[in-house]
């Protein structure tokens, strides 16, 4: 029975490491490859195109964004033996950094952009805020991985 406790608890460490694995590569590519066409688009089409990429987020990042931080939840209480508490509440941390500077700094940018605004400011705030969400989402897998060990 207490096998089957740390396997269980193990999986839950794994889960949350995979999810979160693949929030930083979709955040990458983010980053790196969808964000920058934005200062592409006319003024007058980025409402509608904001609009589309907004869309195609809901599934593919913005859901796991959500689950990514729900996983780790868990390791507060249920995380496997070996496993120090200060891992678990260092990595559900950078995952309350991670919200903070989404509402407080990142959604602020999308507001504007939604709003047809994507001057050189607007754009310079979105990268800015989405690297340093980028770096929690780094940092929470590398402490994850760490965990896994």
Known sequence: MASSIE??????????????????????????????QLQDVGRAELPAFH????????????????LSFFSLVPLL?????????WAAWAVVGLGLVYFAITFAWHLPQHQRLAGGE?????MGALMA????????????????????R
């Open 7 to 36: 396997d269980s608890r193990r999986w839950l460490l794994l889960g949350a490491a995979a999810i979160n694995l693949y929030l930083l590569g979709a955040a990458c590519v983010l980053w790196a490859v969808v964000y920058p």
């Open 51 to 66: 609009a589309s990429l907004t869309q195609h987020l809901r599934v593919a990042f913005i859901l796991p964004e959500f």
């Open 77 to 85: 209480w249920r995380r496997p033996e070996g496993v120090p508490g």
């Open 118 to 122: 994507g001057s050189a400011e607007v």
């Open 129 to 148: 805020s989405h690297a340093v969400r980028t770096v929690t989402v780094a940092l929470r897998c590398g402490l994850l991985v760490w965990m896994a």
